[in-house]
């Protein structure tokens, strides 16, 4: 018992600096692009790219923790690649604009691969426990939520020079401490029995059902996401509204993946059918926005959806895939959610930003929004026949 304690406590610390170190540099990357002259145009092409790197470096990753049958041993080396292209980035993109061209997709194949990696980590290490892996997970959205704030407060007050000190300060805390976590052995004999390969997931109705759902949601929302400050700025806010807006709304998320647990009583269906709606509402309030309170009571929204779905994904995920996929299949579910929905959504949602204004593309997620709700509440009802 005293065992398992520590290994939450370990394992909610881990998640806690991980996601504030990614908020540190990428929470707000597009606001400091926008800052050195770049075009909203272009903003939306450079995380196009870096989305499209992230998708391929889900399947590279997740296939490599999957090969070496270890996360711990993936994850360092990773980490410090990723935070020497950051620091990297950080100074080059000052030299000149184009450099964030090469650099952030780069990062891209690093970044979100790296969180998936953390997650599949943990679930492991908690013997696929969603009470225990909702309580850690939960303390890394309060991570995320708490930097978005205080880096949105000293950045808007003291600049952003101070990226570089707060990024290396996490990353070193973080090497240490994952260096000390240890790591659950992999399931040898359920490996060794079941021979699959990457294309066995399209075999899976309910996981299939999954992916085409959150890729759906995510091209709707993937906008909104990416382009936060360029929304904001249209209705009077700055900096410190986007990072007072990110600590409201991930905040409520923690508290949606903490209490994780006790939702597995609600059916999987019911839990998507009703993060998929809570996503129309965040595009509602989006698009009829005047001041900058309904945005952020948009994506209070958004994050409830995230908080009851990032839970529902694992949890079919674990329920269906087999073991020596499950890296692999976690890794796709968060490319299709965020990256390649990303990829789509931005080769056009900057150039009708530019043309139609920042609110048009709200308008245009809530059209393709119809499309996965339809689709949850046919799932839905097809239980109740």
Not at 103 to 125: E, K, Q, V, Y
Not at 230 to 239: F, H, L, R
Not at 292 to 304: L, Q
Not at 361 to 372: E, N, Q, R, S, T
Request: glycine letters at 8%; a positive charge.
């Amino acid at each position: 018992m005293e065992h398992d304690l520590k290994k939450v406590l370990g394992f909610s610390a881990l998640d806690f600096l991980y996601w504030a170190y990614f908020g540190a540099f990428l929470g707000f990357v597009s606001t400091y692009f926008l800052s050195c002259g770049m075009s909203s145009s272009m903003l939306s092409l450079v995380m196009a790219a870096y989305m499209f790197m992230a998708f391929l470096g889900a399947f590279f990753w997740g296939g490599l923790s999957d090969k070496k049958q270890s996360n711990k041993k993936v994850f360092i080396p990773e980490l410090i690649a990723l935070t020497v292209l950051c620091i990297a980035e950080f100074f080059l993109v000052k030299v000149n604009i184009f450099f964030a061209a090469i650099m952030h997709p780069l990062i891209g194949f690093m970044a979100p691969p790296l969180g998936t990696n953390l997650d599949s980590w943990m679930l492991r290490s908690f013997h696929r426990d969603a009470a225990q892996f909702g309580r850690a997970r939960a303390l890394g959205s309060a991570g995320y939520a708490i930097m978005m704030l205080i880096g949105g407060q000293i950045y808007n007050r003291i600049g952003f020079s101070l990226i570089p000190v707060v990024t290396l300060t996490l990353f070193t805390i973080i090497l240490i401490l994952a260096g000390i976590m240890q790591e659950e052995p992999y399931e040898q004999i359920t490996a060794k029995r079941e021979k699959v390969n990457t294309k066995d997931l399209l075999k899976i109705k309910p996981y299939v059902f999954l992916i085409v759902t959150i890729f759906l949601t995510g091209i709707a929302i993937a906008p909104i996401n990416s382009l936060k400050i360029v929304i904001i700025e249209s209705v009077g806010g700055d900096v410190s509204i986007l990072g007072l807006d990110s600590f409201i709304g991930v905040m409520v998320q923690a508290v949606f993946i903490f209490i994780s647990g006790n939702l597995k009583r609600i059916p999987s269906k019911t839990r998507m059918l009703a993060a998929t709606v809570l996503c129309m509402v965040m595009l509602v309030l989006t698009w009829q926005a005047v001041a900058p309170s309904m945005i952020i009571a948009g994506t209070v929204m958004m994050n409830i959806s995230y908080g009851v779905l990032l839970p529902t994904m694992r949890e079919t995920t674990e329920k269906n895939v087999p073991s020596t996929l499950k890296n692999r299949a976690h890794s796709l579910t968060d490319a299709m959610f965020g990256s390649f929905a990303g990829v789509i959504a931005l080769l056009y949602s900057g150039t009708l930003m530019d043309m139609f204004g920042a609110k048009f593309i709200a308008f245009l997620g809530m059209l393709i929004m119809i499309v996965p709700i339809g689709l949850c509440l046919m799932d839905l009802l097809k239980k109740e026949e």
